[in-house]
């Protein structure tokens, strides 16, 4: 499994937003600017993102985004699966049913529910404040003079 570009940045964009959520609407420019990520290819992700619920939008010249959500309620699992459309390690998981004609007998069947099983428990237990807050904390004995 590999998270793509647009799974990351949509990622760090939310987090850009989370960080900055008491400023209200943010626009697009400002993310582009403060992430490195070009503003053409955010447009391409916000629409994934605005058609999911997780953003609120407001147009003019004070538009932009904000999180319809507190950070505490998204997931890492949850943007993943908005932006890559799963984040099964094999194909044959990635229906409610498994349709693979060997799943009956599928000797290795069980180690990809396994790592299924992990993958979610860990990208699902896994929010937007909590990264924030692990960021806050890295840097809380850092002094410099």
Not at 40 to 47: A, D, M, N, P, V
Not at 126 to 136: E, G, P
Request: hydrophobic share 30%; net charge positive; glycine share 8%.
């Amino acid at each position: 499994m590999k998270i793509s570009t647009k799974g990351r940045y949509s990622l760090r964009m939310l987090l850009d937003l989370a960080e900055h959520k008491d400023k209200g609407f943010i626009s697009l420019k400002s993310i582009a600017e403060r992430q490195g990520i070009s503003k053409k290819y955010l447009e391409q992700i916000i629409t994934l993102l605005n058609n999911s619920g997780i953003l609120r939008a407001n147009r003019g010249p004070q538009g932009g985004y904000m999180l319809s959500k507190e950070p505490d309620k998204y997931t890492v699992g949850q943007i993943l699966r908005i932006t890559e459309g799963g984040i099964c390690p094999v194909s044959c998981l990635e229906d409610d049913f498994n349709q693979c004609e060997r799943s009956s007998y599928c000797k290795t069947l069980p180690v990809w529910e396994g790592l299924q099983r992990v993958i979610d428990e860990y990208l699902d237990n896994i929010t937007l404040q909590m990264i924030l807050d692990s960021k806050r904390n890295a840097g809380a004995d850092d002094y410099r003079i």
